[in-house]
């Protein structure tokens, strides 16, 4: 907290346009977080998939998993939507029409 506090001192006295490569860094580890949970998160999430389908998937089918369940809030938000399920049935389909027609 106390950084945010320089960085805004150093802005709003107009000390910024002086020592500009001080408050890119205090941004630049204002930016960086502070553990790897984030990182770590996504490993674990990557290991229940995994561990879910019981490694009978291909790398490919793995790596269209692995952003839903890294981003389920997100997914949640748009599943609140009533088009949304149809929406993606219409894409699916779309798919497996292509797939059947190239065959």
């Known amino acids: ?3 945010i506090f320089f960085l805004y001192f150093l802005i709003t006295t107009g000390l910024n346009k002086s020592l500009f490569e001080v408050v890119k ?3 630049l580890v204002l930016a960086i977080p502070a553990t790897s949970a984030s990182v ?3 490993f674990s999430a990557l ?3 995994k561990r879910f389908i019981r490694n009978s998937t291909s790398e490919d089918r793995l790596s269209n998993f692995a952003p839903i369940s890294i981003e389920k809030q997100l997914v949640k938000q748009f599943s609140e939507n009533p ?3 149809d929406d993606v049935i219409d ?3 779309a798919i497996e029409d292509r797939r059947s027609k190239n065959k």
Do not use: H, N, P, V
Request: glycine fraction near 0%; proline fraction near 0%.
């Open 91 to 93: 894409k699916f389909a």
């Open 1 to 3: 907290m106390d950084l």
């Open 25 to 27: 860094l205090c941004e």
């Open 40 to 42: 770590e998160q996504s």
């Open 47 to 49: 290991k229940r998939i």
């Open 83 to 85: 088009k949304f399920y």
